[in-house]
């Protein structure tokens, strides 16, 4: 939704005007086979966007599980139940959405490398470890990422 570019109001709500109505009014547009009367421009600009935001999603997930990765293996010490949860749900949500989607596949090495230089930040951080500490390239695989096993005191 980056470029706002409006339509006539005799084609019906502009899309700067109520972005709700105007998604409405092209899906029954589309379904309806009126196609003289989209806003081409701005549909086609949503579709890339949906695909983006897919893209960010899965970023989002693996930066999650790598954050996880990396405070295991450099506070073992400070392991928690709650780490191992929040690893297995987002690996359910890195599954389905390579799983909705399989073009990201072809995107997993650039998604895992963009989500590792946001979860190498965040761990240090979390930490109070120096960045220096922790690797500057990804040292974990898509397997590890999806299949490593975590195991943490029993008393934790």
Not at 21 to 33: D, K, M, N, P, V
Not at 95 to 124: F, Q
């Given at each position: 939704?980056?470029?706002?570019?409006?339509?006539?109001?005799?084609?019906?709500?502009?899309?700067?005007?109520?972005?709700?109505?105007?998604?409405?009014?092209?899906?029954?547009?589309?379904?309806?086979?009126?196609?003289?009367?989209?806003?081409?421009?701005?549909?086609a600009?949503?579709?890339?966007?949906?695909?983006?935001?897919?893209?960010?999603?899965?970023?989002?997930?693996?930066?999650?599980?790598?954050?996880?990765?990396?405070?295991?293996?450099?506070?073992?010490?400070?392991?928690?139940?709650?780490?191992?949860?929040?690893?297995?749900?987002?690996r359910?949500?890195?599954?389905?959405?390579?799983?909705?989607?399989?073009?990201?596949?072809?995107?997993?090495?650039?998604?895992?490398?963009k989500?590792?230089?946001?979860?190498?930040?965040?761990?240090?951080?979390?930490?109070?470890?120096?960045?220096?500490?922790?690797?500057?390239?990804?040292?974990?695989?898509?397997?590890?990422?999806?299949?490593?096993?975590?195991?943490?005191?029993?008393?934790?």
């Amino acid at each position: 939704m980056t470029a706002v570019k409006t339509r006539p109001a005799a084609a019906g709500t502009a899309y700067a005007d109520d972005f709700y109505t105007w998604t409405q009014e092209q899906g029954a547009r589309l379904r309806s086979g009126d196609f003289s009367a989209l806003d081409y421009e701005n549909l086609a600009e949503e579709i890339e966007s949906l695909g983006r935001s897919q893209f960010a999603s899965l970023v989002s997930a693996l930066r999650v599980v790598l954050l996880h990765m990396l405070k295991f293996d450099y506070q073992p010490g400070k392991r928690t139940r709650s780490w191992m949860i929040s690893i297995a749900t987002h690996r359910i949500h890195i599954a389905e959405e390579l799983s909705e989607s399989p073009g990201l596949k072809s995107r997993l090495a650039e998604a895992i490398s963009k989500a590792y230089r946001v979860a190498r930040l965040d761990a240090a951080k979390e930490t109070r470890l120096a960045v220096s500490r922790f690797p500057e390239a990804c040292p974990y695989t898509y397997q590890d990422v999806m299949d490593r096993h975590f195991a943490i005191d029993p008393e934790t």
